[in-house]
């Protein structure tokens, strides 16, 4: 049973890269417009779902609230959709294609049936056929098995360029929200992805963010922990012990002598788990104004050696 399972994994694997392939003809073939595949996506379903809302998008795309934003003002800003007040329930829009955003929506689409038109163009039909039918059967499949699995929780430790902007995203909304932090710290966000970063883990369930946590390297003893985030919907499920074990493990692995963190005294809830991994309080700043608040900077070291 284990070769088995060892074989179709490969195959898997196999396919999955072909089929990025393939995605990656279409996509650079296709979609020859500034917008991304995912913009355009948004703009298709905008298009396609009757009295759509923001809520509607990150649904049915998997996408993250603050990235769903975003791109709305921009499509806004460029006279692509415009929104209407619910006469129901005034806290929500309704989004709507503008006569200027449909017909760049229907550029696009022509141009994509014509591209799939063109790849099936050698292929008879009773083979085109049979690739239809294998298409459904593999998305019946794959739906059954993500569906039994997506309340799961899963940890990666690579990320991507979107990847980046997403925990930006993140850490801005949450800081601002919670702790009333103003834009300054998202200039600050930026400059921290600057640095030599070791690693990052984000974790995510159903293909959503749940947290994040990071490590930049400061010498070749040393690195400091950075991007520590758990989602509010993820708390109280041990998500951050989680992080912070992955964490720990890998300096512990890698010889590092030493990881250390900078937090602000108003983040009292985060010190039983950083107390928890061994982490000690040693050094604190003066208050100092700060983004947008009057806050106390600690410094809290773990010595691994």
């Given at each position: 049973m284990k070769t088995n399972e060892s074989a179709t994994g490969l195959k898997f694997r196999k396919f999955n890269r072909f089929y990025t392939n393939v995605l990656g003809f279409l996509n650079e073939h296709i979609y020859d417009s500034p917008f991304s595949l995912t913009e355009t996506r948004i703009l298709f379903e905008i298009y396609n779902t009757p009295n759509c809302t923001a809520k509607d998008l990150q649904d049915k795309l998997g996408l993250d609230r603050g990235y769903v934003s975003r791109m709305l003002k921009q499509f806004e800003k460029e006279?692509?959709?415009?929104?209407?007040?619910?006469?129901?329930?005034?806290?929500?829009?309704?989004?709507?294609?503008?006569?200027?955003?449909?017909?760049?929506?229907?550029?696009?689409?022509?141009?994509?049936?014509?591209q799939v038109e063109l790849m099936l163009k050698e292929i008879d039909d009773k083979e085109q056929h049979r690739l239809a039918t294998a298409m459904e059967e593999i998305e019946a499949i794959l739906s059954q098995s993500l569906s039994s699995r997506s309340s799961g929780i899963s940890v990666r430790d690579y990320y991507l360029s979107d990847d980046i902007h997403l925990l930006i995203e993140k850490q801005r909304q949450f800081y601002a929200e919670t702790h009333g932090w103003d834009d300054t710290f998202l200039a600050y966000l930026h400059e921290t992805f600057d640095a030599e970063?070791?690693?990052?883990?984000?974790?995510?369930?159903?293909?959503?963010?749940?947290?994040?946590?990071?490590?930049?390297?400061?010498?070749?003893?040393?690195?400091?922990?950075?991007?520590?985030?758990?989602?509010?919907?993820?708390?109280?499920?041990?998500?951050?012990?989680?992080?912070?074990?992955?964490?720990?493990?890998?300096?512990?692995?890698?010889?590092?002598?030493?990881i250390f963190l900078w937090t602000v005294s108003s983040m009292a809830e985060a010190r039983p788990l950083y107390e928890k991994f061994g982490f000690r309080l040693s050094e604190v700043k003066e208050e100092t104004p700060l983004w947008g608040q009057h806050l106390t900077e600690e410094r809290w070291d773990l010595e691994l050696s």
């Open positions: 006279g692509l959709i415009y929104k209407e007040k619910s006469k129901a329930d005034a806290r929500h829009h309704y989004i709507y294609v503008t006569e200027t955003g449909e017909a760049i929506y229907k550029k696009l689409e022509k141009k994509a049936n014509e970063i070791e690693k990052i883990w984000i974790a995510e369930s159903g293909g959503k963010f749940a947290g994040c946590v990071g490590l930049v390297k400061q010498d070749k003893k040393t690195v400091q922990l950075r991007w520590f985030l758990v989602d509010a919907a993820f708390r109280g499920r041990g998500l951050g012990t989680q992080l912070l074990e992955h964490l720990v493990t890998y300096s512990r692995e890698r010889k590092f002598e030493r």
